[in-house]
């Protein structure tokens, strides 16, 4: 069964500041996907980004990155700029390349310090 | 307004009381999925459909039970509440497909005394 790892359960960065979440995940499959869900204290889950893992280019969402690293098995994200805004929940999830559903990591507490 | 409602919003129930915790997408999607999200724990997956008439289970089944008579609607009964089943519960759809996002409903708080 596939596991995601995320490690850091709080964090907090000062507002404009980058921060980076870490996120690993264990699977044998060779094709998947990975996304980071966003859930602000308003309970609903947003979809931040996304990467298919048979691509190697990073994915980018405006100030949203990814640190995509295959053979590593490991997925982070980088917020640029960071705004009072994201502060929130944020969990790590994989999904095989079938019709699976999510696998969630435990989810990392970022606060920003105004 | 396209999405997913879950009703109720929160509840208190008793323990060994019979619960059913609605869900509704109008998104046509033909995956629907249950989740329960505890502190420390994360979001971690009950009951999944993939289409209309069939389900299956996920990683803490137990205690729950599903149905999907339809696309549209995918109830979550506990059929004997217990404490331990206190927690925030998540509906979620997408299409089929290892791309496909998830859409999430606005959670259900179950608080069972």
């Known amino acids: 069964a596939q596991t995601v790892t995320q490690s850091q359960p709080e964090m907090s960065v000062q507002e404009a500041e980058t921060v980076t979440l870490s996120c690993t995940y264990d699977t044998s499959e060779n094709n998947y996907y990975l996304f980071w869900y966003k859930q602000p204290p308003s309970r609903q889950m947003i979809l931040v980004i996304r990467q298919e893992a048979y691509k190697q280019q990073n994915a980018t969402e405006n100030r949203f990155s990814v640190n995509f690293q295959k053979a590593a098995k490991s997925f982070s994200l980088k917020i640029s700029d960071s705004q009072l805004g994201d502060t929130a929940m944020y969990f790590c999830?994989?999904?095989?390349?079938?019709?699976?559903?999510?696998?969630f990591g435990k989810g990392t507490r970022l606060s920003v310090i105004a | 307004i396209a999405g997913i409602t879950q009703a109720p919003t929160s509840q208190i129930l008793a323990a060994g009381r019979r619960m059913t915790l609605r869900c509704t997408q109008d998104m046509r999607h033909n995956a629907m999925y249950w989740y329960r999200q505890d502190l420390g724990l994360g979001l971690r997956l009950i009951h999944y459909?993939?289409?209309?008439?069939?389900?299956g289970k996920g990683e803490v089944p137990d205690g729950y039970s599903v149905s999907r008579a339809n696309t549209d609607d995918f109830p979550l009964t506990l059929a004997s509440a217990v404490p331990s089943q206190t927690s925030v519960y998540f509906c979620?759809?997408?299409?089929?497909?290892?791309?496909?996002?998830?859409?999430f409903g606005p959670g259900t708080r179950l608080t069972v005394l």
């Open positions: 979620a759809s997408s299409r089929l497909g290892g791309y496909n996002e998830q859409f």
């Open positions: 459909s993939n289409t209309a008439g069939t389900t």
């Open positions: 999830a994989f999904k095989n390349s079938g019709n699976t559903p999510l696998v």
